[in-house]
Nanobody, 119 residues
Framework: QVQLVESGGGLVKPGGSLTLSCAAS????????FGWYRQTPGNQREWVAD?????????RIANFGEGRFTISKDHAKNTVYLQMNSLKPEDTAVYSC???????????WGQGTQVTVSS
């Protein structure tokens, strides 16, 4: 089992920045990749970014986040980060972290953290 705890959400003005953290614990060595997703009420969960495990992770960012969002990880701390710059009101959502164990076909989720972009 893997446990994920997100933090770093909050209220920020348009144009501002936030860095979300996702701390993983448990059987982290089984995880192949981590991802960030977001969801607003009444809408489906939307993929934001992902990064593969290992010292050098392969990264992907959704088109809406290109140039504004950066995903990274601290291998020693088992923590994945999502740095978000130039935030827009449409970035308002609950952001959740996912850990993926492809071999076991298990996918773990954190509880989510609210990001609100408003003046």
């Amino acid at each position: 089992q893997v446990q994920l705890v997100e933090s770093g959400g909050g209220l920020v003005k348009p144009g501002g920045s936030l860095t979300l953290s996702c701390a993983a614990s448990g059987s982290v060595r089984t995880i192949n990749a981590f991802g960030w997703y977001r969801q607003t009420p009444g809408n489906q969960r939307e993929w934001v970014a992902d990064i593969t495990s290992g010292i050098r992770g392969s990264k992907r960012i959704a088109n809406f986040g290109e140039g504004r969002f950066t995903i990274s990880k601290d291998h020693a701390k088992n923590t994945v980060y999502l740095q978000m710059n130039s935030l827009k009101p449409e970035d308002t959502a609950v952001y959740s972290c996912q850990a993926m164990d492809f071999e076991a076909e298990k996918y773990y989720w954190g509880q989510g953290t609210q990001v609100t972009v408003s003046s």
